[in-house]
């Protein structure tokens, strides 16, 4: 960002000096609020009313300009109308402010990116940080700062919050005391004309109060960056996020919003999985696993048993262990061992394991203690429906023992309990406490599916970079040639060539000029060939007409290119037709795609799926951003649908899937070492069975003037 020291981030959540610019003495406005929750809370540090009104608020005296200030001012919170902020902001970087929270909105969110713009310029070269605007303010337990216009008490706890959103913040807030769920910080990053995400996560990945991060995020403007705190921050705790922006018209919502791109949903997703972050679909999941992971203690291993009253919502919660990864112990003679003693005749030792209807809480809390003593059982899901012959009132007292037993030997159990009334009241007391029970099955089985998928991630976490040796100078000359041409895209021989130089198995081919050449280049190739129209001005070759398969005599050869030329100008009188690519036919083997391209938020991301002319149709595809290794090329493949053609479908051989992880290691190279190119696409890749490599048949390169040049 800076010509000048860049402030340590801790002066934004551990400020020794607060000035409220805009507090007000009446308690309808926002200013007096953000003034009154920072005395209200607790914090030890100096706080100065700031108001061109002057006099005194609650005692304190208002000071008419921040520079009037006689001591540091750590931080500063401007809750005033938006055209007085850039002068404030100007008083604030004369006074040597370090950190400002902008809460007024008014700003990109609604278009007015210029005053936004050069808000930041002002603070930027005074060395200020500006949070927002168009934020709520932040808390912050560790100096028990609420600089927020929240009406809620805010409960300290071990969970960070992070969110675009100012109004969905503040009922946040709400939510997280009425799910008793504490808080080490929560801010709103608002328009983030400085301060992002990542920013913030600098700081919270060594605040040891903080277990867990929970993200509400729209748009990503410094992806790259955003990434690497990820990632440094995900191998330490863990970081559930909400994104919005999954469908096109939310996106449209999120970067009206914001002022800011939400980018393509499919690779915003994997990107996050890549990194370790556990996406929720909604914001009762992301406050259920977050409250859930920062009480649960790490997995010895993954066996998980389930207690039930009742088969149908045995079947249930199996059903949701599949769908969250959640593994079942299936050792049934272990099984039978643990239960037996604790499990009526009538009942059914199998997991889940039955104790019948006929349970009473003693029968439970037997049963569930069974399984926090035995070593072979790590984690538990009990489940409850309401009968006749369990007193409800007795409910609550056999969740908290046998939650306890469990919290004694360090593992993790979850509650899902359905009934009426006295049921419900059950959950709303228990959900007071740390216990994760709740009333639907679906929800206790997530948390323990967030909770595996996490350290999963951590078990098999590797960022390392594995590179191919790629012929740098021959791409550049490649695309230098091109550019002098004024193209912004390489040629079908020029993208052959590209191939060439990073050592990519690509069909034999040549250009003929006229027919004669044709069939010379045909003979010498040998029959079956391919013929494709080479011009600047027919990207899309099959649409022209410009595509002739399996030609295998001389005749046809002389038919194709007369067909071939006549179709294109049909297509296009103007094209430049160089002439006519002949190429090796390639015989048939299983189809993929591999490519590349510059995200505006993410930088170089990668992708994998299934090729051939239904890529589109069946979007069979998986991303992944740099750096790339073996390990995630492979994950890369494993994740898509068609995954198991690749590894001999119905009698088929397997295929040699390590020269496609090959493959997938050069394009990422190519990508990461020539800055010009800025979208790779082999489609198809014919990949044969094992050992006997793959053939790139077609690439389409696209590529643009280095940064420095525009």
Request: hydrophobic share 40%.
């Amino acid at each position: 960002m800076k010509d000048t020291i860049e402030h340590d981030i801790k002066y934004l959540f551990e400020p020794e000096s607060i000035a409220v610019i805009g507090a007000s003495q009446d308690k309808k406005k926002i200013g007096y609020t953000v003034f009154n929750n920072i005395l209200s809370g607790g914090y030890k540090g100096k706080v100065y009313p700031v108001s061109p009104r002057g006099g005194e608020i609650d005692g304190y005296e208002v000071y008419t300009d921040v520079t009037q200030i006689k001591g540091e001012v750590d931080c500063a919170s401007i809750v005033i109308p938006a055209g007085g902020v850039k002068g404030a902001v100007a008083q604030c970087a004369e006074k040597g402010v370090k950190f400002i929270q902008i809460i007024t909105s008014g700003f990109s969110e609604i278009g007015n990116d210029k005053e936004e713009k050069e808000i930041a310029s002002i603070a930027r070269e005074a060395g200020c940080r500006i949070v927002g605007p168009n934020m709520f303010g932040l808390y912050s337990s560790s100096v028990s700062l609420n600089s927020t216009f929240s009406a809620t008490h805010i409960r300290p706890g071990n969970v960070a919050i992070l969110t675009q959103s100012g109004a969905l913040g503040i009922a946040m807030i709400g939510k997280t005391a009425i799910a008793n769920i504490g808080l080490s910080t929560i801010i709103s990053i608002g328009n983030k004309c400085d301060v992002d995400e990542a920013d913030l996560l600098e700081y919270l990945v060594d605040h040891d109060e903080t277990k867990v991060i929970l993200i509400y995020m729209e748009g990503v403007k410094k992806g790259e960056r955003l990434i690497e705190l990820l990632r440094m921050v995900t191998a330490r705790k863990p970081v559930v996020a909400i994104k919005s922006g999954r469908s096109a018209r939310g996106a449209q919502a999120a970067a009206s919003h914001t002022g800011s791109l939400a980018g393509s949903d499919e690779i915003i997703d994997a990107i996050l999985k890549q990194c370790g972050v556990i996406r929720a679909e909604s914001l009762e999941e992301a406050f259920n696993w977050s409250k859930f992971l920062a009480a649960a203690p790490p997995p010895k291993n993954k066996n998980t048993v389930i207690i039930t009253n009742g088969g149908g919502i045995g079947v249930l919660a199996t059903d949701a262990c599949e769908k969250y990864g959640v593994d079942l112990l299936d050792d049934q003679p272990l099984l039978k061992e643990i239960y037996e003693p604790v499990t009526p005749s009538f009942g059914s030792t199998k997991n889940p394991v039955d104790i019948t209807g006929g349970a009473n809480a003693e029968d439970y809390n037997h049963a569930l203690f069974a399984s926090a003593d035995n070593n072979n059982i790590d984690s538990t899901i009990a489940l409850y429906c309401e009968t006749a012959t369990f007193d409800s009132n007795d409910l609550a007292q056999m969740i908290q023992d046998s939650y306890e037993r469990h919290k004694k030997y360090k593992k993790p159990i979850t509650y899902a309990i359905v009934g009426g009334e006295q049921v419900e009241n059950a959950i709303a007391a228990l959900g007071k406490t740390d216990i994760p029970v709740y009333n639907e099955v679906q929800q206790a089985v997530s948390c323990l599916g967030a909770y595996y998928n996490y350290y999963s991630y951590i078990s098999r976490m590797n960022h390392a970079s594995d590179e191919s040796g790629i012929n740098v100078d021959a791409i550049n000359k490649i695309i230098d040639g091109a550019l002098s041409q004024g193209r912004t895209f390489l040629l079908a021989n020029e993208g052959a060539a590209v191939m060439e130089a990073a050592d990519v198995t690509i069909p034999g081919s040549k250009i003929a000029r006229d027919i004669p050449q044709a069939v010379q280049y045909a003979n010498e190739i040998g029959f079956p060939v391919v013929m494709k129209v080479v011009s600047k001005d027919i990207l899309h070759k099959s649409d022209a007409g410009g595509v002739l398969l399996n030609l295998e005599s001389d005749q046809e050869v002389v038919n194709g290119y007369e067909a071939i030329m006549h179709k294109c100008r049909e297509y296009n009188r103007n094209a430049d037709i160089e002439g006519i690519e002949i190429c090796e036919m390639v015989k048939k083997g299983t189809e993929l795609i591999v490519g590349a391209r510059r995200d505006p938020a993410f930088g170089p991301v990668i992708m994998v799926g299934l090729g051939g002319i239904y890529v589109e149709v069946m979007k069979d595809v998986s991303f992944r951003c740099l750096p790339m290794n073996r390990n995630m090329a492979l994950s890369m493949l494993e994740e898509i649908r068609s995954y198991p053609l690749l590894l001999g479908a119905r009698g088929e051989e397997k295929k040699d899937i390590d020269s496609v992880v090959d493959t997938i290691i050069k394009i990422s190279t190519i990508i990461r070492k020539c800055d010009r190119i800025t979208d790779i696409e082999i489609n198809p890749i014919v990949v044969y069975e094992q050992n006997k490599g793959l053939k790139a048949v077609d690439a389409r390169i696209l590529i643009s003037k280095a940064k420095e040049d525009k």
